[in-house]
């Protein structure tokens, strides 16, 4: 027995789809902030703290990160992959490496902060929207 909502006669399988794909989106984009926590820390901490070691052993360390990353990045992709399409899926990617990055660029790098940082992120708002446009 199916209830009809009040708004416009919908059914309640649609508000539970939406809600179902909206969840869906929430897993994946917070896979994928956890997972860019770590490919952040793997592509540039040794610049920082293990630039007095032997590049083998910040090659070693990194991978050991990079690992990481993959436990919860192929997870992240495979659950979004089911409600956005690969250019959306890439777009939010990059999105979020770029929220990762600047914090990490700022606070555990020290870099100072420029209008680059501005400029890069309205970049990356245009791409969104032209990516996610109906």
Known sequence: MERRLALGGRK???RESL???NLTIVKAVL?????NVFMTFAWYAHLRDLRA???IVAILVSW???????V?????NRIGSGVLTLPQLKIIQEVITLSVFVPFALFY???ELS???LGAALCMVGAVFFIFRG
Do not use: G, I, R, T
Request: net charge neutral; hydrophobic share 55%.
């Open 12 to 14: 309640d399988s649609v």
């Open 53 to 55: 070691k032997p590049l």
């Open 115 to 117: 209008w680059n940082y």
């Open 19 to 21: 809600f179902y794909m």
């Open 31 to 35: 896979l994928l902030v956890v997972s």
């Open 72 to 76: 919860f990045q192929v997870p992240a």
């Open 64 to 70: 050991s990160v990079a690992l990481l990353e993959y």
């Open 109 to 111: 790098m020290k870099a």
